[in-house]
């Protein structure tokens, strides 16, 4: 990933308003910035919030709070806590998250 043509610039992420995704089960809210192909996000999943696909886009996540479970297509499971992360190329890894207590992220992609 090549970051180009992005002036210096802060974000108030609180006055970015949300949009509403449903889940297989619970709710995704998603404060959004496009920067050229480069999407950067503020997730929050309710509690209970479960996917409702397998993903194979490419992410950096990083756990600010609660807790995520992430399943790998292949069978494989990881937990993030605060202060955790993960990173996944596109089309690498086919994954899917959940969590029961709700968490809050931030991703690039």
């Not at 992005?6 to 404060?31: C, K, L, N, V």
């Not at 997730?43 to 996540?61: F, N």
Request: overall charge negative.
């Amino acid at each position: 990933m090549e970051m180009s043509a992005i002036p210096f610039g802060t974000t108030d992420w609180s006055r970015i308003e949300p949009t509403q995704h449903q889940g297989e089960t619970g709710m995704a809210y998603w404060r959004t910035r496009n920067f050229g192909n480069i999407r950067v996000r503020m997730v929050e999943y309710t509690p209970g919030y479960r996917a409702d696909h397998w993903c194979s886009k490419g992410h950096i996540l990083l756990c600010i709070e609660g807790e995520l479970h992430t399943e790998l297509e292949d069978g494989r499971t990881f937990t993030l806590r605060p202060g955790m992360s993960y990173q996944v190329a596109d089309h690498a890894e086919p994954h899917r998250s959940h969590t029961e207590l709700g968490a809050r992220l931030f991703i690039v992609d």
